[in-house]
C-alpha cells in the first residue's frame, strides 16, 4: 500500500485510511488558502453593508428622518451595498441596510426609516 501524503505540506500520514492531511493544522491552512478569495469579497460586501447601517442608525435617531445626500457620501455611506428593496403599492421604493432604510425623496434628499420587524 503506498503511503499517504498531506495535501497541505505533503507530510506521511498515519491513521485512518481515508485521512488527507497530517494534522488539524494542515487541514484548516488547506481550508482557509482554498476559500480565501471567496471569504475575502464576502467580507468586503459585509463590511460594506455594517458600515452603511451603523452610518443609517447614526442619522435617524427617531425611526424616520430627513437628511441630504452629502451627509450620507461624507459619511462614507455606499448606495450599492443593501440587504432589501421594498417597493410600495403607490411606487415608492425603499432599500434596507438590514432593518434601516431609506427612500429618495428627489434627487438630493433621503426619508431614513426603521423596518418594523415582526417579532415571533
Do not use: P
Not at 498531506?6 to 500520514?13: F, Q, S, V
Not at 438590514?98 to 415582526?118: I, P, R, S, T
Amino acid at each position: 500500500m503506498a503511503e499517504k501524503k498531506c495535501l497541505e505540506c505533503g507530510g506521511k500520514i498515519g491513521g485512518r485510511a481515508d485521512k488527507k492531511f497530517c494534522c488539524d493544522q494542515c487541514r484548516i491552512s488547506y481550508h482557509n488558502r482554498l476559500n480565501s478569495d471567496e471569504t475575502n469579497l464576502v467580507r468586503n460586501i459585509n463590511n460594506a453593508l455594517r458600515k452603511n447601517r451603523r452610518i443609517l442608525l447614526e442619522l435617524n435617531t427617531t425611526g424616520k428622518t430627513k437628511t441630504h445626500r452629502d451627509k450620507l457620501t461624507t459619511k462614507g455611506f455606499n448606495f450599492s451595498y443593501f440587504t432589501d428593496i421594498y417597493t410600495t403599492k403607490e411606487g415608492a421604493v425603499y432599500h434596507y441596510c438590514y432593518e434601516q432604510g431609506y427612500l429618495q425623496m428627489d434627487k438630493d434628499w433621503f426619508l431614513l426609516v426603521v423596518k418594523k420587524l415582526n417579532e415571533s
